[in-house]
């Protein structure tokens, strides 16, 4: 499986971007599926999973209810919807695809696309 994320600028704070993640291979739908961060000096982060069959949603504590995670298995795509921009927010966000046991660690995922960045400013 390969990983693209796209999707990344500037943004102001407040504002909304939306990530995108195209994978290839035919396998991409029995995969769960996240999006990580990370900021200059900081270790990677969690942010969002959703789970194979999109019954199983994880989010971060500091995005939820500002961030949405969705996937179209038809078009082998994962979405990361962002509201509510923080200057925090910024990072490069990385998309990730793998078999888990579960969403929120890196250990849960096998494949990892090139990041795309997101700036915020206030």
């Known amino acids: 499986v390969q990983l693209q994320a796209s999707g990344g600028g500037p943004v102001q704070a407040g504002g909304s971007l939306s990530l995108s993640c195209s994978a290839s291979?035919?396998?991409?739908?029995?995969?769960?599926m996240g999006w990580f961060r990370q900021a200059p000096g900081k270790e990677r982060e969690f942010v969002a999973g959703?789970?194979?069959?999109?019954?199983?949603?994880e989010y971060s504590d500091s995005v939820k209810g500002r961030f949405t995670i969705s996937r179209d298995s038809g078009r082998n795509t994962v979405y990361l919807q962002m509201n509510s921009l923080k200057p925090d927010d910024t990072a490069v966000y990385y998309c990730?695809?793998?078999?888990?046991?579960?969403?929120?660690?890196?250990?849960?995922?096998?494949?990892w696309g090139l990041g795309t960045q997101v700036t915020v400013s206030s």
């Open positions: 990730a695809a793998g078999s888990g046991p579960g969403l929120t660690t890196p250990d849960s995922y096998t494949y």
């Open positions: 291979g035919r396998t991409f739908r029995r995969y769960g």
């Open positions: 959703i789970g194979w069959s999109s019954d199983s949603i």
